[in-house]
């Protein structure tokens, strides 16, 4: 398995809970400095340009499914009438 960003992610956070201090009063601070000084890796373009893509193909997927869904549901609208009548007819 690959390194995936969720890992980074959590040591982002670790790296981040180190640049807080504590300051009077157990009070907690981060310093602009110290922030603006902070790098996050970032992947290569080609890498970014793949992600992008598989987000794309995601959603597409996702846009896909939303539009099925409608059309299912508008297709049990238009039948709901008649598959009551019939049960309320006895016929089923």
Do not use: C
């Not at 080609?46 to 794309?56: F, G, H, M, S, W």
């Amino acid at each position: 398995m690959k390194v995936g960003y969720f890992f980074i992610w959590i040591s982002l956070n670790d790296l981040l809970l180190e640049l807080v201090e504590k300051s009077t009063h157990d009070t907690r601070k981060l310093e602009t400095l110290k922030l603006l000084n902070f790098k996050i890796p970032v992947p290569p373009i080609p890498e970014q340009r793949r992600i992008v893509a598989y987000l794309d193909e995601l959603q597409a997927k996702v846009d896909t499914i939303k539009r099925l869904r409608e059309e299912a549901m508008k297709e049990l609208d238009s039948l709901l009438p008649s598959i009551l009548d019939k049960a309320f007819k006895g016929e089923f």
